[in-house]
């Protein structure tokens, strides 16, 4: 898989990403976030929450987030439960 980094702008196809998902979150830890791209340009942005600076987030931000999912998941237990 070919790998392109220029400027903090690391890129990679459509193509290679579905190919090889894993390298480009390996990509991703290494450098925060890899974009990727199809035949019009950039498409996509695959970033590492922890480290990234382009998803600049607290840790509370981040709690609530996968709560949010986690209620949405589960509501109808949830909704049982509080009967």
């Given at each position: 898989m070919v790998i392109e980094?220029?400027?903090?702008?690391?890129?990679?196809?459509?193509?290679?990403?579905d190919q090889d998902f894993a390298a480009v979150a390996r990509v991703a830890d290494?450098?925060?976030?890899?974009v990727i791209s199809d035949q019009d340009g950039p498409k996509y942005a695959v970033a590492n929450l922890d480290t990234s600076p382009l998803i600049d987030l607290s840790d509370d931000e981040k709690i609530n987030i996968v709560a949010a999912r986690i209620l949405k998941r589960f509501r109808p237990a949830f909704m049982e439960?509080?009967?």
């Open positions: 980094m220029a400027s903090n702008n690391t890129t990679v196809s459509l193509t290679e990403a290494e450098q925060g976030h890899v439960l509080a009967k």
